[in-house]
């Protein structure tokens, strides 16, 4: 069987595995994905990236982690 599976970019979050905020901060980007899928969205959705970078960079200026945007 064959799968087609279309580019897409994503996120890769990068948080210390020793900094002590780390669940609490992948919880909160865990939240911003699953509040996009409720509208209906996907994270393969085009805009996924464009519709969510300001709410990453917002859990960045409170959390110590630094992210890139990878085309997959």
Not at 31 to 37: A, E
Not at 53 to 63: F, P, S, T
Not at 64 to 72: P, R
Request: with cysteine; aromatic share 12%; proline share 3%.
């Amino acid at each position: 069987m064959k799968a087609r599976i279309p580019k897409h970019r994503e996120f890769i979050i990068n948080l210390a595995d020793d900094y002590e905020k780390k669940d609490e901060c992948w919880a909160k980007l865990m939240q911003i994905m699953d509040d996009y899928k409720k509208q209906g969205k996907s994270v393969y959705t085009p805009t996924f990236i464009e519709d969510n970078e300001d709410k990453v960079k917002a859990l960045q200026a409170e959390y110590e982690f630094t992210y890139t945007i990878e085309e997959k």
